[in-house]
Each structure stands twice: as structure tokens, then as C-alpha cells.
């Protein structure tokens, strides 16, 4: 069964600070990976993609692969407290002509004021 | 990006009726479209790939029966729960799949069932 986790949390920074997500996956042959963002009743939001090993980065949110380590990340820098929300890790299935999206169970951020 | 709407976003229903909820791609014909359900504090969970003029492939543990899906064209994919009850009381939302992998997600639909 391919696997996303994440730390469930919560994860509480105060304003101004770094925010750290980390998500591990099981399938070795992922390419794709994504985070989303999702405000309590609300549905997720496309933060960020990324396919290659590094760091893409766009504002102030920085996104971190390893496929060696089958480790990604992101980056939250200069916490806002709107910022707060659940941050979901997503992994795109190998194989199959449909894409479809394994997700972590998110994790909880708060970013205190 | 995409731009997805849903209707209702909201709904409350008697146990025993079917619900209708609609997903619409507004700014892209999408030959692809999946439904999720999530219940509280849990996170997604896929219930089926919808393809444009053809059968939607469930998830393994979705009833087809239960939860019919139709996207019979590039802008319209629904999802009807039928003979609803309690326990199918969840967040429905649908994606759009564009540039081969991104998935954009519509507004969701909270479906209550009495």
C-alpha cells in the first residue's frame, strides 16, 4: 500500500517565524509531489509543485525534494497568522494512465500572533 | 490554475432520498475530473476518476451502485448519493486534472443527511 505521512501535529510557531512540514512517502518511483493547503471547511488549495530533487521556491514558500531520502518539505518563511491551516502532502501514484493523488493526513499549523 | 465550482455547497436531506452535486470546470474542458469525500479531522479520501464519455473507475471499497457519476462532457461531471443515509454525511469535493498531473479542487459540498 503506497503511503504519504506526515506529522499530524499541531505545529505552533509565532509570526515572523520559519514553519517546517515534512512528508515522507513509500513509493520509490513518485515523480510528482504537491502541497495543498486547506482552511478548516474549506477545500484544499494548490500551493506548490515540485518534480526534481532541490528546492523550488516561490514567495515566501520554499519547497524542499529528496527522492533519495523519499522526503519533501516546505518552507514557511515569515509566518503569518493566516497562514494558519492544514497543510496537506499529496504524492501522484506510479503508473496508470489517471493521476491520481495519495495524501498525507495533513498537518495542523498555527501561527500565533 | 483552474477555476471549479460546485453545487450545492451545501445540502440536507432526508435519510432514504438521492442528492445530486454538481462539479463544473469554468475556465477549461477537462477530460478528467476525481471525487473525493472527507469526513472530520480525516484526510481525503478518493472515491473515483471520472473520464469525459465514459465509465468512472471507483475506488476499491466505493459502492457504483451508491454513488453514480456521470461527466458527460468537458465542463459538467455530477455525483448522486442515492438512498442516503447518516452515515454518508461528509465533505464532498471534486478536481479538475489539468496539465497532465495538477489537480484543482473545487469548493466542496457538505452533505447532511437526517
Known amino acids: 500500500q503506497k503511503e504519504v505521512e506526515q506529522n499530524s501535529g499541531p505545529l505552533s510557531v509565532p509570526e515572523g517565524a520559519i514553519a517546517s512540514l515534512n512528508c515522507t512517502y513509500s513509493d520509490r518511483v513518485s515523480q510528482s509531489f504537491f502541497w495543498y493547503r486547506q482552511y478548516s471547511g474549506k477545500s484544499p488549495e494548490l500551493i506548490m509543485s515540485i518534480y526534481s530533487n532541490g528546492d523550488k521556491e516561490d514567495g515566501r514558500f520554499t519547497a524542499q525534494l529528496n527522492k533519495a531520502s523519499q522526503y519533501v518539505s516546505l518552507l514557511i518563511r515569515d509566518s503569518q497568522p493566516s497562514d494558519s491551516a492544514t497543510y496537506l502532502c499529496?504524492?501522484?501514484?506510479?503508473?496508470?494512465?489517471?493521476?491520481?493523488?495519495?495524501f498525507g493526513k495533513g498537518t495542523l499549523l498555527t501561527v500565533n500572533p | 490554475g483552474a477555476v471549479v465550482s460546485q453545487h450545492p455547497s451545501w445540502v440536507i436531506c432526508k435519510s432514504g432520498t438521492s442528492v445530486k452535486i454538481e462539479c463544473r470546470s469554468l475556465?477549461?474542458?477537462?477530460?478528467?475530473m476525481f471525487w473525493y469525500r472527507q469526513f472530520p479531522k480525516q484526510s481525503l479520501m478518493l472515491m473515483a476518476t471520472s473520464n469525459e464519455g465514459s465509465k468512472a473507475t471507483y475506488e476499491q471499497g466505493v459502492e457504483k451502485d451508491k454513488f453514480l457519476i456521470n461527466h458527460a462532457s468537458l465542463t459538467l461531471s455530477t455525483l448522486t448519493v442515492t438512498s442516503a443515509h447518516p452515515e454518508d454525511s461528509s465533505f464532498y469535493i471534486c478536481?479538475?486534472?489539468?496539465?497532465?498531473?495538477?489537480?484543482?479542487f473545487g469548493p466542496g459540498t457538505r452533505l447532511t443527511v437526517l
Open positions: 499529496a504524492v501522484i501514484e506510479s503508473g496508470g494512465s489517471n493521476y491520481k493523488l495519495t
Open positions: 478536481s479538475v486534472q489539468r496539465n497532465t498531473d495538477t489537480q484543482y
Open positions: 475556465d477549461f474542458q477537462a477530460t478528467t
